[in-house]
């Protein structure tokens, strides 16, 4: 069945850095892609929509010159975290919306801590 | 008010035993409304995929949608260790991508 492919599973980076997330869908085109984040035994909670081709869709609240998004691929959507703090630390989670079904794909999640 | 509510659990039931999941909503418009297992520091895994009310049947798990109460459950038959994980409850509009998420209720199974 189809897929979502999430790279890398987990990452530790120094305070100040940026760090990027990829988001794969691997045997189907996927022109839409979610980015979520999820905090300890809390919901998961949409941060942007990726578009491919266009510019992400950001969730009120999310910081888009933090958190960007690029869609450049059917296949390809990326988050980078950038100047990284210790309270961007959580688990991310990607998406991708698969014909009318959105929510069918999840990736395995990106747990990121920021020391 | 949070629009989707879940309780957060534990739940913890023997090997075996009907486990029932539940959630609340506020936002009578839902119409989407999806379940999802999600195992330790993993992402979720789509259980369950209902439209409007009414009940849904696969295998071990029987999803159902009351609208007029705004409630939806999810039932685990022969539960086994292998389900113990969290669940959520996820929900949409019709015309809208977004998905809206209960916070998880974790189940343990006990061998």
């Known amino acids: 069945g189809a897929v979502v492919s999430q790279h890398p599973s987990r990452v530790i980076c120094k305070s100040g850095t940026s760090v990027k997330i990829e988001c794969r869908s691997l045997?189907?085109?996927?022109?839409?892609m979610f980015w979520y984040r999820q905090f300890p035994k809390k919901s998961l909670m949409l941060m942007a929509t990726?578009?491919?081709?266009?510019?992400?869709?950001?969730e009120q609240g999310v910081e888009k010159d933090k958190f960007l998004i690029n869609h450049a691929s059917l296949t390809l959507s990326t988050l980078t975290v950038t100047s990284a703090h210790p309270e961007d630390s959580s688990f991310y989670i990607c998406?991708?919306?698969?014909?009318?079904?959105?929510?069918?794909?999840f990736g395995q999640g990106t747990r990121l801590t920021v020391v | 008010q949070k629009e989707v509510e879940q309780d957060p659990g534990p739940l913890s039931v023997p090997e075996g035993a009907i486990v029932s999941l539940n959630c609340t909503y506020s936002?009578?418009?839902?119409?989407?409304f999806m379940w999802y297992r999600q195992y330790s520091r993993k992402g979720p895994e789509l259980l369950m995929y209902?439209?409007?009310?009414g009940n849904k049947e696969d295998g071990r798990f029987t999803a159902q949608v009351d609208k007029s109460s705004k409630y939806i459950s999810l039932f685990i038959r022969d539960s086994q260790p292998s389900d113990s994980a969290t669940y959520l409850c996820?929900?949409?509009?019709?015309?809208?991508?977004?998905?809206?998420f209960g916070s998880g209720t974790r189940l343990l199974v006990r061998p």
């Open positions: 998406s991708a919306r698969w014909g009318d079904l959105t929510g069918a794909f």
């Open positions: 045997d189907f085109q996927a022109t839409t």
């Open positions: 990726s578009n491919e081709g266009s510019k992400a869709t950001y």
């Open positions: 936002n009578s418009a839902f119409q989407y």
């Open positions: 209902t439209y409007s009310s």
């Open positions: 996820a929900m949409k509009l019709d015309s809208s991508y977004k998905l809206i």
